[in-house]
C-alpha cells in the first residue's frame, strides 16, 4: 500500500526531518527562556547585575543595570564575571497575557485502520487571543510519511481552549485545513482535520508547555482510490 503521486521525489531521510524537529524545538526553547543578565562580583564583596555594555579587556568594563544606571569597574576590581537567569519577581498578579499567541509543536503519529500510516509532524501556529484561555488562528506544518518517503504541509485553521489559568491546565485544540503533496508539484492532497486533548504546563511567566493526544483525519489518494490515513499523534510543544 502508498500513495499515489506523479513526479520525482524528493531525497527527504527520515534523520534529516528528526533533526529538522528537534532543532526548532530546541531553538524555540531556548528562545522562550528567562532573559539572563550579567554579574560582576567584585573584591569588596558587592554584587552588580546588569548587561556589560563596554568592555576593554584587561583594563575595565562598563555595566549598565535594571534601572538605567552606568557604572565603571576597573579589571583589577572585579573577582569574576558571570552569566545567569534573570529571577522572576515576586507578584500577587500574574502578567496579562500577550493578545497574540504562537505555538510550536512536534510529534509522531501511529497509523489506525486500514489505510492509517505512521508520520512525524510539526505544527507551527499563530494566532490572537479571543480571551484569557482562549485562541483563534491559523498555521503551517510539515508531516513526513517515512515509510514512503513523502513530505505533505498542512495549513489549516486552529481554535485552542485552556479550561483553566493555574500551574496546569486542561485543553482542546481543534485544527482543520487542506495538505498539499510535495511529490506531486505541491498540488492539493485532501482534507485535513486534528482534534487534540492535552494538559500545559506553565514553565514561565508567559511560557507554557504542551503535551497532546489527538486523532489525524487525512484524505489521501491511494492507487485505488481516495480514502482516509488515519492516526493516533502525540504531541509536545511550547507556547505562550
Do not use: C, W
Amino acid at each position: 500500500m502508498g500513495l499515489y503521486f506523479r513526479g520525482t521525489p524528493i531525497p527527504i531521510t527520515m534523520k534529516t526531518i528528526l533533526s529538522l524537529l528537534f532543532g526548532l524545538l530546541i531553538i524555540a526553547t531556548a528562545t522562550a527562556q528567562e532573559k539572563s543578565i550579567d554579574v560582576l562580583y567584585l573584591k569588596n564583596g558587592s554584587i552588580i547585575k546588569g548587561e556589560i555594555i563596554e568592555q576593554v579587556p584587561g583594563v575595565s568594563l562598563k555595566i549598565q543595570t535594571a534601572d538605567g544606571s552606568v557604572f565603571v569597574y576597573k579589571m583589577e576590581d572585579i573577582e569574576r564575571i558571570t552569566r545567569e537567569f534573570a529571577p522572576i519577581k515576586n507578584s500577587s498578579a500574574s502578567p496579562a497575557p500577550s493578545k497574540l499567541r504562537s505555538m510550536i509543536d512536534i510529534g509522531y503519529a501511529v497509523k489506525m485502520g486500514n489505510f492509517g500510516m505512521d508520520r512525524i509532524k510539526l505544527h507551527i501556529t499563530n494566532g490572537a487571543r479571543l480571551g484569557k484561555n482562549v485562541s483563534l488562528g491559523s498555521g503551517v506544518g510539515l508531516h513526513y510519511y517515512h515509510v514512503d518517503e513523502v513530505l505533505l504541509i498542512p495549513v489549516y485553521a486552529n481554535l485552542h481552549i485552556n479550561f483553566i489559568d493555574g500551574p496546569a491546565s486542561p485543553y482542546i485544540s481543534f485544527s482543520g485545513g487542506y495538505t498539499f503533496n510535495t511529490k506531486n508539484d505541491f498540488k492539493g492532497e485532501g482534507l485535513y482535520l486534528n482534534p487534540v486533548a492535552g494538559v500545559s504546563f506553565k514553565a514561565g511567566q508567559r511560557t507554557m508547555i504542551n503535551i497532546g493526544v489527538g486523532y489525524d483525519i487525512q484524505s489521501i489518494r491511494f492507487v485505488h482510490g481516495r480514502d482516509n490515513s488515519g492516526a493516533l499523534s502525540f504531541m509536545i510543544g511550547i507556547s505562550n
